[in-house]
C-alpha cells in the first residue's frame, strides 16, 4: 500500500497554483491540496460511517503530487485495512480523519472535505456506496426551528395514513 507523502518540507508541486489547507480537529496536523480538487463524492460505505462515526463521510480527490502534509506529520497514525486493500491515516491527539487511501488508486489521495474551511474547487456531486443509504439519514425533510432552543430545529411530523400506526406509536393492544 502507497504510503501519503509524508515530506513536510516539500513545497507543494506547483507553487503558483493556488492551494486549500486543511486541518485536523486539535491543530497538531495541516495538510494542503492544490485546487481544484480533482473531484469530491459522499461515500455511504459502512467502512466510511463506521471510520467517521456519521451517516456517510464527504471527501476529495487529490492527485498525491499535489497534496503534502505541512505541519504535524509525527501526529498521523495510520489503519492499514489488507481485506479492503485500503489505509485510513488519523490525527493520533484528536482521532480526526485525515487521509483515505485505496490500493487501486496509488496515484491518489482522498480527504475528508470537512477538513477544508475554504472552497477546494469541487462540489461533491457524486455518491459512493448509495444502496448503503441508511434509513436515520436526512434527506431534506422539511424543518421548523425547535422553541427555546436557538439553532436547533426538528423534522416535522410526518402525516400518518388512516388506520396505520406510526413507527413510533404503540400497538393499540399488547399481547405478550
Known amino acids: 500500500m502507497p504510503r501519503a ?8 508541486a506547483e507553487p503558483d497554483r493556488p492551494t486549500a489547507t486543511g486541518r ?18 459522499h461515500d455511504h460505505t459502512k467502512p466510511s460511517r463506521r471510520a467517521h462515526g456519521a451517516v456517510y463521510a464527504t471527501y476529495v480527490g487529490s492527485w498525491r503530487s499535489k497534496f ?7 501526529s ?5 485495512d489488507k481485506t479492503a486493500g485500503g489505509a485510513r ?5 484528536c ?3 485525515l487521509i483515505y487511501e485505496r490500493a487501486r488508486s496509488p496515484k491518489m489521495v482522498n480527504l475528508p472535505r470537512a477538513l477544508f474551511a475554504d472552497r477546494v474547487g469541487r462540489e461533491p456531486r457524486y455518491h459512493i456506496g448509495i444502496e448503503d443509504l441508511q434509513d436515520w439519514v436526512y434527506t431534506g425533510e422539511a424543518v421548523s426551528p425547535l422553541k427555546g432552543y436557538p439553532g436547533v430545529v ?12 406510526s ?3 404503540a400497538p393499540e393492544t399488547f399481547s405478550p
Do not use: N, Y
Open 5 to 12: 507523502s509524508r515530506k513536510s518540507s516539500t513545497p507543494p
Open 24 to 41: 485536523c480537529l486539535c491543530g497538531a496536523v495541516e495538510l494542503q491540496i492544490v485546487i481544484p480538487a480533482v473531484w469530491a463524492w
Open 68 to 74: 503534502r502534509i505541512t505541519k504535524g506529520e509525527a
Open 76 to 80: 498521523i497514525t495510520r489503519f492499514e
Open 89 to 93: 491515516s488519523f490525527c493520533s491527539r
Open 95 to 97: 482521532g480526526t480523519p
Open 154 to 165: 426538528r423534522e416535522r411530523p410526518r402525516r400518518k395514513r388512516p388506520g396505520k400506526p
Open 167 to 169: 413507527l413510533f406509536e
